[in-house]
């Protein structure tokens, strides 16, 4: 019985678990282990709203080891320290308990097949003071950890609010990168500031005295998007209240402060940058050919380059489609192929004649909780269509759903479903502590 280790359960990795342990771990033909050193995946997509206090983590998280219980895989809890390909086995660093004691030592899980589902972590680029100063969202408690600072800045600048209204005490949240993630952030804080601001947790005006920023590189915001729709996000952030400079390049971040290239300075109380992602460290550190963003070279059949036995998928993986070019970092990509993966590692052999197509089914954005835009590729006649407004904001919901039904199934996809909608009407819409 061959032994299939996957590495990260993240939107690719979980699902690629979930569906080899169905159709193999139950009928006894592998053994499927999920390794992460998180105990339960939050899907990467919402981090956003978890940074807003839109969603709790508690109520949206999938425990790995329920999940695996239920799907036939195993999960191990680690660190990955490094691969050993030629022993075929991962080096798990030791488990520590948050006082520090130790609940596991160091170990080693070998592996007849090894995929890598590592995801992507924040690209600083260079900027000077951008390490030291920012806050990032590629994992739950960087979210938690923004969220509690907005919701302090926002009582503290208050409180020096109310005893000097004249002084123009507020909060500056400066957002470096206009892609997906800095303006779906950017609208939920300003839906979370009046939340918080109607609820009395601070004395602020949500629109004068929290300052958001976005600051773009590029001409456009959303540049993934079409012209139109980008432009269309743009005057929807402005209409909110948030600034938003395009062609503004950072130049270094200092710790109250964002400075641009042209040398001016933006004050900032909480930095979020949000410019651009790369593979983990590890990645380039396996001996294996990687790209400038260590990204993993990958064959059509998604095996790394110079060795069968290993495959990689999703934001670790550089794979350039025949059709569509260089795939984008999104879910979508992942959730495709988690299922090309889960069909050629359950053929022996397949592996080296299949070939991954990718199919991009479009992109859509929220811009808050009662407007997103985007584009649906494919849907009419191959064409492409820009939607906007409450269908658009459908849509984006639907994604998470769908996400959702690829690892429970229709019916506890449904369930979960009615859960957040009765949760929506029983409680505010953001957490206010």
């Known amino acids: 019985m061959q032994t299939i280790v996957i590495v990260g359960g993240g939107a690719g990795g979980l699902e690629l678990a979930t569906r080899l342990g169905d159709s193999m771990g139950k009928a006894g033909s592998a053994r499927v282990i999920l390794v992460d050193r998180w105990p339960a995946h939050f899907w990467k997509p919402l981090l956003h709203t978890l940074a807003s206090g839109k969603r709790d983590a508690q109520g949206t998280e999938i425990d790995y080891a329920a999940q695996a219980c239920e799907h036939g895989f195993e999960f191990a809890r680690g660190e990955v320290l490094g691969v050993d390909r030629d022993a075929r086995c991962i080096r798990l660093a030791p488990w520590l308990a948050d006082d ?31 390490a030291e100063h920012v806050l990032t969202l590629d994992d739950v408690p960087q979210a938690e950890a923004f969220r509690q600072r907005f919701i302090d800045g926002c009582i503290q600048a208050g409180a020096r609010h109310a005893a000097d209204p004249e002084a123009g005490h507020g909060i500056d949240i400066v957002i470096v990168g206009g892609g997906a993630t800095g303006v779906e952030l950017a609208a939920e804080l300003s839906h979370s500031a009046r939340t918080l601001a109607r609820y009395k947790v601070h004395a602020l005006d949500p629109v004068r005295n929290v300052r958001i920023r976005i600051l773009e590189r590029g001409s456009l915001l959303l540049p993934h998007l079409h012209p139109r729709l980008s432009k269309r996000a743009a005057r929807h952030l402005r209409s909110l209240g948030i600034k938003v400079l395009t062609d503004c390049a950072v130049a270094r971040v200092e710790p109250h402060a964002v400075v641009d290239s042209e040398g001016s300075s933006y004050p900032s109380t909480i930095t979020l940058w949000a410019a651009g992602v790369e593979a983990p460290a590890m990645c380039a550190g396996l001996g294996l050919t990687v790209n400038r963003l ?23 993986a550089s794979f350039t489609c ?19 993966l889960a069909q050629v590692l359950a053929r022996p052999g397949a592996a080296g004649s299949a070939v991954f197509a990718y199919r991009d089914y479009g992109s859509l954005v929220s811009l808050g ?38 690892l429970h199934g229709f019916a506890r996809m449904a369930a979960r479903t009615l859960a957040d909608w009765i949760g929506d009407r029983i409680s505010p819409s953001v957490k206010l502590h």
């Open 100 to 130: 520090g004691a130790e609940v596991l030592p160091a170990r080693a899980i070998g592996y007849d097949k090894l995929v890598l589902a590592l995801g992507s972590v924040t690209n600083f680029f260079g900027v000077p003071g951008a």
């Open 294 to 316: 260590r990204q993993i070279a990958v064959t059509p059949s998604l095996q790394a380059v110079g060795d069968q036995n290993l495959f990689a998928l999703g934001d670790c």
């Open 369 to 406: 909780p009662l407007a997103a835009v985007g584009v649906l590729s494919g849907t009419i006649g191959g064409r492409k269509v820009q939607v906007g407004g409450a269908l658009a904001r459908w849509l984006y919901s639907m994604m998470y759903r769908k996400h959702l039904m690829a």
């Open 322 to 340: 025949p059709i569509k070019g260089k795939l984008p970092p999104r879910a979508q990509a992942a959730h495709q192929q988690a299922m090309f």
